[in-house]
């Protein structure tokens, strides 16, 4: 098969990289890839991930077989939507399924019907009406924008001053554009994070093994929120009294109620779990594969993942072989200086090959190639995972051969997973 997967980061190349290896892809194309990406994919640079209508002609003019969407932006354009109407065979959910993401008070709301344990919410249209609510509300208390923020539309306010600040950078400064027209005042939440990926076909949801991401840019979990500096999986914290819990109270609840409101959600849903002292509640939906849990999930796989996604798209997903190694893998992501903020770009990249030469597989996430060397091009530039069969030796390898690689201003965490060894 002809396989197209459209993104550029180092999710992306985690999954180029297990796709790579499957019987099934004879070419693997990738829109818009990076650099890294490209050792294993013909990349399209010039065609954006968001930018559907160029997708949509390249999936026609290169006749691929299957497109794999990745990314938030493309699913919630409606991007499978539109390749399916032209009858290419596309994974990931519709436009209308991928609201799961790119609308909080529609999931917020399916959770509140269907009662899936969250955090209590209100949702306002109205500045004034938001402003006085706070009023009368206490402090830690979290302000979020309904739409797709790039991960930014989300306030911890640690005063009612601060989520007073957000409401009004929110919907009076439209500093997140149409996302912020809508908001929603929500109770905080206390407890670790734990992400549960699962493949779902709309009648059948399968959950991948747990991970931890580590949002924030420093170490012990200070500074301000990015991407993801890292990942463990699978997560230790994730027992299996909590896995059945979370299978029973919000699992199979998430998937009966996606049904009952007619959603077929076909692709990976995210749930972005806290283990809060009342038991496992949702943080928050997505509509695809988290970046950087696939990092250090996929490269667990011993499966076809091909097989999968092919199995997912054509709701045979009780049928499919997924089977997972019993060891554990660790990502440590290599930043620009500067990120979340601004940073510089153009930096040589070195020591690549040494750090696969102790056996780490070093994902591209913000790279660029030019005559066999690569320089950076984004905020997160590389993310280095490794496998053993304890996760402190994982971690132990990740780090060594993240030491071999140098840039200018390069920038990682020094505790990733360190909480849970
Ligand atoms: P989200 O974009 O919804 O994933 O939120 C980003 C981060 O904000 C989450 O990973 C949590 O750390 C934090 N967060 C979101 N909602 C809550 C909540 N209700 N209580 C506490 N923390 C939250
Ligand atoms: N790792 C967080 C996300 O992918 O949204």
């Given at each position: 098969m002809k396989v197209l997967v459209i993104g550029g980061g180092g999710r992306e190349h985690a999954v180029c990289l297990a796709l790579s290896r499957?019987?099934?892809?004879d070419a693997l194309l990738c829109a818009p890839g990076n650099g890294g990406i490209a050792r294993v994919a013909r990349c399209?640079?010039?065609?954006?991930?968001?930018d559907v209508d160029a997708i949509v002609r390249l999936a026609r003019d290169e006749r691929v077989d299957f497109v794999v969407v990745t990314p938030d932006d493309p699913l919630a354009l409606g991007c499978v939507d539109r390749l399916e109407a032209e009858g290419i065979p596309a994974f990931g959910p519709t436009q209308q399924a991928a609201q799961m993401e790119s609308s909080k008070i529609f999931s917020k709301r399916l959770m509140q019907k269907y009662g899936i344990p969250t955090a209590r919410c209100e949702v306002f249209t109205d500045c004034g009406a938001a402003l006085a609510y706070l009023d009368g509300q206490q402090a830690p208390i979290v302000v979020k924008a309904d739409?797709?923020?790039?991960?930014?539309?989300?306030v911890v306010a640690q005063t009612l001053d601060e989520a007073r600040d957000a409401v009004r950078a929110m919907?009076?400064?439209?500093?997140?554009?149409?996302?912020?027209?809508r908001v929603l005042i929500e109770e905080c939440m206390t407890g670790r994070e734990v992400t549960v990926l699962c493949f779902c076909d709309g009648h059948t949801i399968r959950p991948m093994p747990a991970s931890q991401d580590?949002?924030?840019?420093?170490?012990?979990?200070?500074g301000p929120n990015t991407g993801g500096m890292g990942a463990i999986a699978?997560?230790?914290?994730?027992?299996p009294e909590i896995a059945a819990r979370v299978e029973r109270e919000i699992l199979r609840p998430t998937l009966a109620a996606m049904n009952a409101e007619g959603i077929a959600f076909k692709g990976v849903l995210y749930v972005g779990l806290m283990l809060t002292p009342e038991g496992p509640k949702v943080v928050e939906y997505n509509a695809r594969f988290g970046d950087p849990e696939t990092q250090a999930l996929l490269p667990l796989l011993d499966s076809d993942l091909m097989a999968i996604f092919q199995a997912v798209r054509d709701g045979q997903l009780a049928q499919a072989d997924i089977r997972w190694r019993d060891e554990s893998a660790a990502c440590v992501v290599l930043a620009s200086g500067g990120y979340p903020g601004k940073y510089a770009s153009g930096k040589e990249i070195a020591g690549l090959d040494a750090a696969e030469a102790l056996g780490a597989t070093v994902y591209h996430a913000g790279t660029r190639e030019q005559d066999g060397r690569y320089y950076t091009a984004g905020g997160r530039v590389l993310g280095v995972t490794a496998v053993a069969p304890t996760l402190r030796r994982a971690l132990q390898d990740a780090y060594a051969a993240a030491e071999r690689i140098s840039f200018n201003g390069m920038m990682m965490r020094r505790d990733i997973g360190a909480r849970d060894v």
């Open positions: 499957s019987p099934r892809v399209f640079p010039q065609v954006k991930a968001s739409g797709l923020a790039l991960g930014k539309g989300v919907m009076l400064d439209g500093r997140f554009g149409a996302s912020g027209a580590h949002k924030r840019a420093y170490d012990g979990d200070l699978p997560s230790p914290l994730y027992t």
